[in-house]
């Protein structure tokens, strides 16, 4: 198994909704992360999670709240969004955190906030 | 501080034609550089990555050599087909693990 997989793939939330987004790999990786995508934007990183403990918070507002319950798994709870923060959402993962491992990414979530 | 700077886009090509993507870095030390694609209404692949001066990596047709005197990273293709038509990241992990990616060049190859 090769893939990082998320869900769901799309999502229509307003703004008092509380929803939850997930990834899921089992390659071994031992790093796993969180992106945000603007349209015809790069991805700009938002967390970092190594040995399931959060290593990397990019001073992303407490709306966003991710958890990581084991190794093979990330979730990001989203809660009272604004329609700005509607990006493709995508979490990717490496086997670890060092200088030569690229990253292997999902398909993404495409969240809409209306 | 570390950044990557890829030629902008779009660009338009026809099948079979040859295919270069600048890219330029700036980095303390040695990093590691990649270049990722990503289909329309996907997330980003790995297409290729070298780790130390003069490598070079290759994947599915296209080449991209380190080249630590110029600090450049450029894709290539000798003959691309429609199906190579996806936005183009090129990208360097530094020493600190920190990732940077360049803007994305747009590649639209027409038949």
């Known amino acids: 198994d090769t893939e990082v997989t998320q869900t769901p793939k799309h999502l229509v939330m307003g703004m008092t909704n509380k929803k939850s987004l997930k990834c899921e790999q089992h390659?071994?990786?031992?790093?796993m992360y969180w992106y945000k995508q603007k349209a015809k934007k790069p991805p700009e990183l938002m967390f970092v999670?190594?040995?399931?403990?959060?290593?990397i918070n990019e001073s992303v507002p407490s709306r966003f709240s991710p958890e990581c319950p084991n190794s093979s798994l990330l979730n990001l709870h989203l809660h009272a969004l604004q329609p700005e923060d509607s990006a493709l959402y995508l979490c990717?993962?490496?086997?670890?955190?060092?200088?030569?491992?690229?990253?292997?990414f999902g398909s993404g979530t495409r969240l809409t906030v209306v | 501080g570390d950044s990557v700077t890829q030629m902008e886009g779009p660009v338009t090509l026809s099948e079979e034609a040859f295919l270069t993507i600048n890219c330029t870095y700036t980095?303390?030390?040695?990093?590691?550089l990649f270049w990722y694609v990503q289909y329309p209404g996907e997330g980003l692949q790995l297409l290729l990555k070298?780790?130390?001066?003069?490598d070079k990596g290759s994947n599915k047709g296209f080449e991209a050599t380190y080249r630590k005197e110029t600090t450049s990273f450029h894709l290539e293709k000798g003959s691309v087909q429609v199906s190579d038509s996806a936005v183009y990241f090129c990208?360097?992990?530094?020493?600190?693990?920190?990732?940077?990616f360049g803007t994305g060049t747009s590649l639209t190859v027409i038949p």
């Open positions: 990717a993962s490496s086997q670890a955190q060092g200088q030569y491992y690229g990253y292997t």
């Open positions: 390659m071994g990786h031992r790093a």
């Open positions: 999670y190594s040995y399931e403990k959060l290593s």
């Open positions: 980095a303390t030390g040695y990093p590691s």
């Open positions: 070298a780790t130390k001066a003069d």
């Open positions: 990208a360097l992990k530094n020493t600190g693990n920190q990732f940077y």
